[in-house]
């Protein structure tokens, strides 16, 4: 699968060492296991998202030992640091606002307004980055875009206040564009595993008085919670999203945002073919699904 390597005057970089295109198709591999992992766990939402920022931490710091790069995250600037804790900022208000917007909307919706993300990170690209997104790329968002919007048509089913959780879902939409965006721009000039990091480390502390305030606890989980939350951060977060942090080196930021809308797909997949859970998809999810996969395809290829 050809990707364009192009980046805007904001943004450059080197040869990638492997193609980013199979790097985003193993990311977004890796994050597909999240669905899954979470149906086996009955722990709070805010304590899930929480617990799989911090676990992440600890790897990674394993890693920048292992590495010896703990002296690259102390050369960074005052400036880099901050903006990558604002964008660790932005990864914490898109799982606090979306995960409360499933309690006042229907899921659907929920899932549906977030998938807009790829919109909103073109658009921001084309503001802050001067990476604009091609015809052929906006017609692969958009085609995703619907599709994820058709696995979710027949459900729209009201909630407890709709129109406020519409609206956080879409608030969670546009804090991961420029969490995707913030990436993108400081990925040009910082190493993967200092980048993560601190953006992971950051977003894990804003999402402590968010814990506080909703009366999350932190601890007396069992064991089994525990597996979850260490199999969420080993897997969708220190290869999925860690991966897709890497090609934001090379990659515009909404060329990779798009791949993400494949998750709901490998999502779906993984609950079917796992004898644990064994759910089989409705026609519209299989329908949706080949849109959603047609418009990454469509949106990743060089224009």
Known sequence: MAVSEAAGP?????????????????????????????RFSTAP????????????????????????????L??????????AALAGVFLAGHFATWIASIGLTSVAASVVLVSTAPIFVAVLSALFLREQPGRRQWAGIL?????????????????????RGDLLAL?????????????RRLRARIDIWPFVGVVYGCAALALL?????????LAGYAPREWAV???LAA??????????????????????????????VGATLIAWLLPAIAEAPPPAALAGGGLILCGILLGVGRR
Do not use: K
Request: charged share 10%.
């Open 229 to 231: 939350f260490a199999g």
């Open 10 to 38: 904001a943004v450059r970089a080197g040869q990638p060492p492997v193609p980013p295109a199979l790097v985003l198709l193993v990311s977004v591999l890796a994050i597909s296991w999240a669905a899954p992992l979470v």
């Open 235 to 264: 897997g969708p977060m220190l290869v999925g999203h860690t991966g897709q942090n890497w090609a934001l080196r090379y990659l515009p930021a909404y060329v990779v945002n798009l791949s993400l809308l494949g998750e709901p």
């Open 143 to 163: 085609l995703a875009v619907a599709g994820a919007a058709w696995i979710g048509w027949g459900d729209f089913r009201g909630g407890a206040d709709p129109l």
């Open 171 to 183: 608030a969670g939409a546009v804090l991961v564009a420029g969490y995707y965006v913030i990436g």
């Open 209 to 217: 008085p968010v814990m506080m305030i909703a009366d999350v606890p």
């Open 45 to 72: 939402a805010l304590a899930i998202s929480f617990w799989r920022l911090a676990f992440s931490v600890v790897l990674i710091a394993g890693v920048l030992t292992a590495r010896g790069e703990w002296s690259a």
């Open 74 to 83: 102390r050369r960074l600037s005052r400036g880099d640091l901050a903006t």
